[in-house]
């Protein structure tokens, strides 16, 4: 039996899973277009490879991973692209993002899959084979799981997190119920990547069937696997939390479970893992669960693209529904709209009403009774944070760990004064990163300025050592110019005398140059340009003895 512990704070909402849980998972019926957002992971937003009117396979590539923090973008299935544009998509800001939105055909043809033995990989193939498929962590964070093989220690412990802890969301619990084989082969495929000493597979009190089904998936595969059961507690599906309860381990600030010798995925990743490896099948479909104000709650395997509005109509939208949340409702996002796109982040959709969900009160004062201390479980002080946040205090919030609190949203929820306490750390959080980003940028334009600045001097040292050089080369062919005998006669001369041979030198060099010069073009001239060339000749010799003639009358009279 092995120890489990405990951590910091917690606390217990309502589950409301059974609702979604009654009927096992149904696959969604393929819609007449999907929308499929360039962003669906953690880092940059891929590139497009597609354009308007091509006709792309189930699986083919279409957006190509930009950077180390980025993942590959496939098509969900067979159809023509119809155009490649700004949508709206699931984000807070609501801002649209470039999405490619595909007409389906029905036709569901595959391309070219490459499955492939991870026994014969190296880490590295193994990490460029799941970055080629798009495998991204599916538990929220959407995080390149090729970069989470990357790891400069050795990882000792695999952790497998099915605790799936908010309310509401079951497609983890329905996942391991039903499919619970191909996630214990993608465990093993993950434990071999990371050469991991053990692998540990996390799952909460609440979920028995599927603990029951992960246990008999182990010992069927008869791999030395340990299915842990844990106390229902929120927010114990936290990756730090979870290694906490189930290792003793805890994860310092500012650090990653790697740097403890620690991993941890998803077991809705993992099971992605084994589609990629074995099948050569990209992430382009995921279960989530649609529930809330819904007449008929149930997970759904659907196409990455399908619009929320499409999933939710298969599952028939009470009338007083008036809007929709992605997630859970601790942690998720209102959507700004209900066609917006599935992604592969999208673990769950519910159904919102004013029934389901009365609106908060306005928020009151903070009457410091220090109840989000208590629930908190990074153990931090939220309402010294919501202070420093109200107040543009962004410094004193760093100072406090701001960016250790994980926003599962437990001060919130336990709040007497209504004060949405994470909706503050996430704006001061953004402001961090603003502020950190133009910074940066501005340490960067001032250090291209000074490579600019040493550029433009070093050039100019360059270009007056280069003249230099040429007048040095140029004194030297003048100096070999010289005549030996008159540097040998006079071997004492001054520079003015020097000077002054060097201009005679060079002039009966110009003597001899053209006195040997022969005109050109004189081999067939006209009798009148003959008598015009001779008038000119006759012109310049006059004029050359008026020159002398006027200089003989310039010198001074002989003494007798």
């Given at each position: 039996?092995?120890?489990?512990?405990?951590?910091?704070?917690?606390?217990?909402?309502?589950?409301?899973?059974?609702?979604?849980?009654?009927?096992?998972?149904?696959?969604?019926?393929?819609?007449?277009?999907?929308?499929?957002?360039?962003?669906?992971?953690?880092?940059?937003?891929?590139?497009?490879?597609?354009?308007?009117?091509?006709?792309?396979?189930?699986?083919?590539?279409?957006?190509?991973?930009?950077?180390?923090?980025?993942?590959?973008?496939?098509?969900?299935?067979?159809?023509?692209?119809?155009?490649?544009?700004?949508?709206?998509?699931?984000?807070?800001?609501?801002?649209?993002?470039?999405?490619?939105?595909?007409?389906?055909?029905?036709?569901?043809?595959?391309?070219?899959?490459?499955?492939?033995?991870?026994?014969?990989?190296?880490?590295?193939?193994?990490?460029?084979?799941?970055?080629?498929?798009?495998?991204?962590?599916?538990?929220?964070?959407?995080?390149?799981?090729?970069?989470?093989?990357?790891?400069?220690?050795?990882?000792?412990?695999?952790?497998?997190?099915?605790?799936?802890?908010?309310?509401?969301?079951?497609?983890?619990?329905?996942?391991?119920?039903?499919?619970?084989?191909?996630?214990?082969?993608?465990?093993?495929?993950?434990?071999?990547?990371?050469?991991?000493?053990?692998?540990?597979?996390?799952?909460?009190?609440?979920?028995?069937?599927?603990?029951?089904?992960?246990?008999?998936?182990?010992?069927?595969?008869?791999?030395?696997?340990?299915?842990?059961?844990?106390?229902?507690?929120?927010?114990?599906?936290?990756?730090?939390?979870?290694?906490?309860?189930?290792?003793?381990?805890?994860?310092?600030?500012?650090?990653?479970?790697?740097?403890?010798?620690?991993?941890?995925?998803?077991?809705?990743?993992?099971?992605?893992?084994?589609?990629?490896?074995?099948?050569?099948?990209?992430?382009?479909?995921?279960?989530?669960?649609?529930?809330?104000?819904?007449?008929?709650?149930?997970?759904?395997?659907?196409?990455?693209?399908?619009?929320?509005?499409?999933?939710?109509?298969?599952?028939?939208?009470?009338?007083?529904?008036?809007?929709?949340?992605?997630?859970?409702?601790?942690?998720?996002?209102?959507?700004?709209?209900?066609?917006?796109?599935?992604?592969?982040?999208?673990?769950?959709?519910?159904?919102?009403?004013?029934?389901?969900?009365?609106?908060?009160?306005?928020?009151?004062?903070?009457?410091?009774?220090?109840?989000?201390?208590?629930?908190?479980?990074?153990?931090?002080?939220?309402?010294?944070?919501?202070?420093?946040?109200?107040?543009?205090?962004?410094?004193?919030?760093?100072?406090?760990?701001?960016?250790?609190?994980?926003?599962?949203?437990?001060?919130?929820?336990?709040?007497?004064?209504?004060i949405p306490l994470v909706h503050y750390y996430r704006y001061a959080k953004s402001e961090v990163r603003a502020r950190d980003q133009e910074k940066r940028a501005a340490d960067q334009a001032r250090e291209r300025h000074e490579f600019h600045q040493l550029r433009i001097e070093r050039e100019k040292q360059e270009k007056a050592g280069?003249?230099?050089?040429?007048?040095?080369?140029?004194?030297?062919?003048?100096?070999?110019?010289?005549?030996?005998?008159?540097?040998?006669?006079?071997?004492?001369?001054?520079?003015?005398?020097?000077?002054?041979?060097?201009?005679?030198?060079?002039?009966?060099?110009?003597?001899?140059?053209?006195?040997?010069?022969?005109?050109?073009?004189?081999?067939?001239?006209?009798?009148?340009?003959?008598?015009?060339?001779?008038?000119?000749?006759?012109?310049?010799?006059?004029?050359?003895?008026?020159?002398?003639?006027?200089?003989?009358?310039?010198?001074?009279?002989?003494?007798?």
């Amino acid at each position: 039996m092995r120890r489990l512990f405990n951590f910091h704070g917690g606390l217990h909402p309502p589950g409301n899973k059974a609702q979604s849980t009654a009927q096992p998972i149904v696959r969604a019926p393929v819609p007449q277009e999907l929308v499929i957002p360039l962003r669906q992971h953690a880092g940059e937003a891929a590139k497009p490879l597609v354009q308007v009117g091509e006709r792309v396979l189930k699986g083919q590539l279409i957006g190509a991973p930009v950077g180390g923090f980025s993942a590959s973008i496939h098509a969900p299935t067979s159809g023509t692209v119809s155009a490649i544009d700004l949508q709206s998509v699931a984000h807070p800001s609501a801002l649209p993002e470039l999405c490619i939105t595909l007409r389906t055909d029905g036709a569901e043809e595959w391309g070219e899959r490459h499955p492939v033995d991870y026994r014969t990989l190296s880490n590295a193939e193994l990490q460029a084979h799941l970055r080629a498929h798009g495998i991204v962590g599916l538990g929220g964070a959407a995080f390149p799981s090729d970069m989470k093989l990357r790891h400069a220690l050795p990882v000792q412990t695999l952790i497998l997190n099915g605790a799936e802890c908010e309310p509401y969301i079951t497609c983890d619990d329905m996942l391991m119920r039903e499919r619970a084989a191909e996630i214990v082969r993608g465990a093993e495929i993950l434990r071999f990547a990371l050469d991991a000493r053990e692998v540990l597979i996390g799952i909460e009190d609440n979920k028995a069937e599927a603990a029951a089904a992960m246990q008999n998936a182990v010992n069927a595969s008869g791999l030395p696997f340990e299915v842990v059961v844990i106390p229902t507690l929120y927010p114990s599906g936290s990756a730090k939390h979870l290694i906490r309860i189930l290792t003793g381990l805890e994860v310092p600030s500012g650090k990653l479970p790697t740097d403890i010798g620690v991993q941890c995925f998803n077991v809705g990743t993992t099971y992605a893992v084994k589609r990629a490896c074995d099948d050569g099948e990209p992430l382009i479909a995921r279960v989530v669960t649609v529930t809330g104000n819904v007449a008929q709650p149930r997970n759904y395997e659907a196409l990455i693209g399908t619009r929320f509005a499409e999933l939710v109509q298969l599952s028939a939208a009470l009338p007083d529904t008036d809007r929709y949340l992605m997630g859970g409702p601790m942690m998720g996002l209102e959507l700004p709209a209900a066609n917006v796109p599935l992604v592969k982040a999208s673990n769950c959709v519910i159904a919102a009403s004013d029934a389901l969900f009365p609106p908060k009160p306005p928020a009151l004062p903070c009457i410091r009774c220090t109840r989000c201390a208590q629930v908190c479980p990074a153990e931090l002080q939220p309402q010294d944070l919501y202070w420093f946040a109200q107040s543009n205090n962004f410094g004193k919030a760093q100072e406090w760990n701001l960016f250790d609190c994980i926003e599962c949203g437990a001060c919130a929820y336990v709040c007497p004064s209504s004060i949405p306490l994470v909706h503050y750390y996430r704006y001061a959080k953004s402001e961090v990163r603003a502020r950190d980003q133009e910074k940066r940028a501005a340490d960067q334009a001032r250090e291209r300025h000074e490579f600019h600045q040493l550029r433009i001097e070093r050039e100019k040292q360059e270009k007056a050592g280069r003249l230099a050089q040429k007048e040095r080369e140029s004194a030297a062919k003048a100096a070999a110019a010289i005549p030996a005998p008159a540097a040998a006669l006079n071997p004492a001369a001054s520079a003015d005398d020097t000077q002054q041979m060097r201009i005679d030198a060079a002039i009966e060099r110009a003597k001899a140059q053209a006195a040997v010069t022969q005109p050109k073009n004189v081999g067939h001239l006209t009798p009148e340009q003959q008598a015009e060339i001779a008038a000119i000749e006759a012109r310049r010799a006059n004029l050359h003895k008026l020159a002398a003639d006027a200089g003989a009358d310039d010198e001074p009279p002989k003494s007798s």
